[in-house]
């Protein structure tokens, strides 16, 4: 790589997104993580192979413009956005409330929105530009009690792709990374809808998430070993999709999961449907 990219990573106070700003870091970039809780904002920049770390809520307007502004007066311009940010909401599509349903869309939907759009005008103004967002393979192998936040990540399949026709003239590029099960802390942090204790779907959303969590946090046998990647791993393939000239549209992370895509693609919808309930143990 002939110099340093100038790379903002949002989300990045631990798991993938952490792992992500170690990993450019490595490689020389100057790269700007960030973090709701991040105290605040550096005076100098952080040279080639460092790293700094500023506030920025993906849900605030004001505070993403604040962002995007501290990057270009810092350092003149911007050649990479990594989306990141994001949570899940755990229950079913009848027990999530439109507030749950809005919250879980503001962050992982609108807060990528509200990114690329104070992104692009200065990416769109140097003539470059790479926008990579991490979605997860819940857009194409829906996971049932994750309905929601599945919902989110399929939306992003579609706004990048727009973005990638829209943007292409303009020498800005974009890609989906799409990591299945990963070991971090957002098993911890999902969110649980309110009042499911009284549920109808509540004994089978109880099983359902005990395979959810057991496979994220790595769970027992080969089955689940293979599948479950670090951290690491994942920004491996970002920092993959920051080099490659022409990147595709979608890279999923895992040859398990690359398996499994594939295969969606080719089967019928029901036999698709009875797979996936079945790894949920929901009588399809």
Same mark, same amino acid.
């Given at each position: 790589?002939?110099?340093?990219?100038?790379?903002?990573?949002?989300?990045?106070?631990?798991?993938?997104?952490?792992?992500?700003?170690?990993?450019?870091?490595?490689?020389?970039?100057?790269?700007?993580?960030?973090?709701?809780?991040?105290?605040?904002?550096?005076?100098?920049?952080?040279?080639?192979?460092?790293?700094?770390?500023?506030?920025?809520?993906?849900?605030?307007?004001?505070?993403?413009?604040?962002?995007?502004?501290?990057?270009?007066?810092?350092?003149?311009?911007?050649?990479?956005?990594?989306?990141?940010?994001?949570?899940?909401?755990?229950?079913?599509?009848?027990?999530?409330?439109?507030?749950?349903?809005?919250?879980?869309?503001?962050?992982?939907?609108?807060? @990528?929105? $509200?990114? +690329? %759009?104070?992104?692009? /005008?200065?990416? !769109?103004?140097?003539?470059?530009?790479?926008?990579?967002?991490?979605?997860?393979?819940?857009?194409?192998?829906?996971?049932?009690?994750?309905?929601?936040?599945?919902?989110?990540?399929?939306?992003?399949?579609?706004?990048?792709?727009?973005?990638?026709?829209?943007?292409?003239?303009?020498?800005?590029?974009?890609?989906?990374?799409?990591?299945?099960?990963?070991?971090?802390?957002?098993?911890?942090?999902?969110?649980?809808?309110?009042?499911?204790?009284?549920?109808?779907?509540?004994?089978?959303?109880?099983?359902?998430?005990?395979?959810?969590?057991?496979?994220?946090?790595?769970?027992?046998?080969?089955?689940?070993?293979?599948?479950?990647?670090?951290?690491?791993?994942?920004?491996?393939? @970002?920092? $993959?999709? +920051? %080099?490659?000239?022409? /990147?595709?549209? !979608?890279?999923?992370?895992?040859?398990?999961?690359?398996?499994?895509?594939?295969?969606?693609?080719?089967?019928?919808?029901?036999?698709?449907?009875?797979?996936?309930?079945?790894?949920?143990?929901?009588?399809?």
């Amino acid at each position: 790589m002939d110099k340093p990219l100038v790379i903002l990573v949002s989300g990045a106070s631990s798991g993938i997104g952490r792992a992500i700003v170690e990993t450019l870091t490595r490689e020389g970039h100057r790269v700007i993580g960030t973090s709701r809780r991040a105290s605040g904002y550096p005076e100098k920049a952080a040279d080639p192979g460092g790293a700094a770390m500023i506030p920025l809520d993906v849900t605030d307007q004001s505070s993403v413009d604040q962002a995007v502004s501290y990057v270009y007066e810092q350092y003149g311009r911007l050649d990479v956005l990594v989306n990141n940010a994001g949570f899940g909401v755990a229950g079913s599509v009848e027990d999530t409330s439109p507030e749950e349903a809005f919250a879980q869309f503001d962050t992982n939907f609108f807060g @990528v929105h $509200r990114m +690329v %759009r104070a992104v692009l /005008p200065l990416m !769109r103004a140097q003539g470059s530009g790479r926008i990579v967002t991490v979605g997860s393979v819940a857009a194409i192998l829906t996971v049932p009690y994750q309905g929601l936040y599945s919902a989110t990540k399929h939306a992003l399949e579609a706004l990048m792709e727009a973005i990638r026709i829209e943007c292409w003239s303009f020498g800005i590029k974009g890609v989906l990374v799409e990591p299945g099960d990963t070991k971090t802390g957002f098993t911890g942090s999902r969110v649980y809808c309110e009042d499911t204790a009284d549920s109808p779907y509540c004994e089978a959303f109880q099983k359902a998430m005990k395979t959810i969590e057991r496979s994220e946090q790595g769970g027992s046998g080969l089955f689940r070993r293979f599948t479950c990647h670090s951290p690491k791993k994942v920004a491996k393939t @970002v920092c $993959r999709a +920051v %080099r490659r000239k022409n /990147p595709p549209v !979608r890279i999923t992370v895992g040859a398990a999961y690359k398996l499994a895509v594939f295969l969606k693609r080719l089967m019928p919808d029901r036999v698709a449907e009875f797979f996936v309930g079945n790894v949920y143990k929901s009588d399809i």
